[in-house]
Each structure stands twice: as structure tokens, then as C-alpha cells.
């Protein structure tokens, strides 16, 4: 299947010395409060298409479908990289059992920690429990519905055939032998 993943130049650069695209090491710099999330998706990937033979690895983000816009990601788009950062938008091949599919838009509800209903009757029946337990909707992550809400979570890989939509690819490493095309650009 054919990705994209958008890179800062600088780390693209720094690549060549490897056989392969990833992060391997060091934990990427990740806002505090989305920690919990990306750390639910590496373990998701684990169990999923399996660990990674790098130890300490974290995933490689891309795109699988940009939406509306297309298959690939729209350069002249912003929110790839901070303003005016040299970036690269890489297109590689890659088998998909290595590779995590997931809906960007309901990823949102894991980075927010929040319960990802079926549909706004299932919503109404959550917030109702939750007003019942005292939850607060801004901290459910530490409520006894916890469990409940990471349950939740698993349908953002629920990829039935919809209208297009956005849709995000997590992978541990891209080979620099798959890769088919580079673009570069200056994030707006």
C-alpha cells in the first residue's frame, strides 16, 4: 500500500545513515497532556501488527488518505510542521500488516480523552452515566468510567466504507528501500 508521512528536512537528512525511517530511543518530544494517547496507540500497535525490533520505539505517523483533498497530504495545506519549516512529504510502499490504520478524526477523541459514542443516543446514555458518577467530561481518564472510555477508543479503527475520510497510518519503521518519492516544502 502506498503512504505518506511528513517529516521536518532536518530530520530527513539525518536519516541516510540508517536503513531505515524511525524513532527509535529517545521518546519524542509530546505535549504532556497527549502522552497517555500515544502511549495507548503504541501499545494498540503492538498487539495489533506486533512490537517493534527497535528497542524503545515510537510510531511513525502518516497518511493512508488525506480526505476530501485526495490520497496525499495537500503541501499547500498548513498544520503539517510549524510555519516556515523546511519539511519533506515521503511516499513510500509498504505491506499493511505492518502498518495500523486508524480514523484521524475519531483519533482526536483518544488525544482528548474523551468516549467516542457509537452515535448521539449511545453519547446521551454515556453523559448520563457520567453526570450519575459526578465524572467530569474534562477528566474522564481518572473517573471509574475509565475503562469504559478506552473500550471507546477502539473504534477509531472501524474503517467501514464511508465517504472520504481522513485516514492516519501509524508503522514502527519505513525502509529507505520502499520509499518512491520525495517532496519537498516549507510548511505554511
Given at each position: 500500500?502506498r503512504?505518506?508521512?511528513?517529516?521536518?528536512r532536518q530530520?530527513?537528512?539525518?536519516?541516510?545513515?540508517?536503513?531505515?525511517?524511525?524513532?527509535a530511543?529517545?521518546?519524542p518530544?509530546?505535549d504532556p497532556?497527549?502522552?497517555a494517547a500515544?502511549?495507548w496507540?503504541?501499545?494498540?500497535?503492538?498487539?495489533?501488527?506486533?512490537?517493534?525490533?527497535?528497542?524503545?520505539?515510537?510510531?511513525?505517523w502518516?497518511?493512508a488518505?488525506?480526505?476530501?483533498?485526495g490520497?496525499?497530504?495537500?503541501l499547500?495545506?498548513?498544520g503539517?510542521?510549524?510555519?516556515g519549516?523546511?519539511?519533506?512529504?515521503?511516499a513510500?510502499?509498504?505491506d499493511?500488516?505492518?502498518?495500523?490504520?486508524?480514523d484521524f478524526?475519531a483519533?482526536?477523541?483518544?488525544?482528548?480523552g474523551?468516549?467516542?459514542?457509537?452515535?448521539d443516543?449511545?453519547l446521551a446514555r454515556f453523559?448520563?452515566?457520567?453526570?450519575?458518577?459526578?465524572?467530569?467530561?474534562?477528566?474522564l481518564?481518572?473517573?471509574?468510567?475509565?475503562d469504559?472510555?478506552?473500550?471507546?477508543?477502539?473504534?477509531i479503527?472501524d474503517?467501514?466504507?464511508?465517504?472520504?475520510?481522513?485516514?492516519q497510518?501509524?508503522?514502527?519503521r519505513?525502509?529507505?528501500?520502499?520509499?518512491?518519492d520525495?517532496?519537498?516544502?516549507?510548511a505554511r
Amino acid at each position: 500500500m502506498r503512504l505518506w508521512t511528513i517529516q521536518a528536512r532536518q530530520a530527513w537528512e539525518r536519516v541516510h545513515a540508517s536503513p531505515y525511517l524511525e524513532r527509535a530511543g529517545a521518546r519524542p518530544a509530546i505535549d504532556p497532556a497527549h502522552r497517555a494517547a500515544y502511549g495507548w496507540m503504541r501499545e494498540q500497535m503492538q498487539q495489533r501488527i506486533g512490537a517493534s525490533s527497535a528497542r524503545e520505539a515510537w510510531p511513525i505517523w502518516a497518511w493512508a488518505d488525506y480526505g476530501a483533498g485526495g490520497a496525499r497530504p495537500d503541501l499547500r495545506a498548513s498544520g503539517h510542521l510549524p510555519r516556515g519549516c523546511p519539511g519533506v512529504r515521503v511516499a513510500f510502499e509498504i505491506d499493511e500488516r505492518d502498518v495500523l490504520l486508524s480514523d484521524f478524526e475519531a483519533w482526536h477523541f483518544v488525544l482528548n480523552g474523551a468516549y467516542l459514542p457509537h452515535d448521539d443516543a449511545d453519547l446521551a446514555r454515556f453523559e448520563a452515566r457520567a453526570r450519575a458518577l459526578g465524572a467530569a467530561s474534562w477528566d474522564l481518564l481518572s473517573s471509574p468510567l475509565r475503562d469504559e472510555v478506552q473500550r471507546s477508543w477502539q473504534r477509531i479503527f472501524d474503517l467501514v466504507p464511508r465517504a472520504r475520510r481522513a485516514t492516519q497510518a501509524t508503522l514502527w519503521r519505513v525502509p529507505l528501500g520502499a520509499v518512491v518519492d520525495v517532496t519537498c516544502f516549507i510548511a505554511r
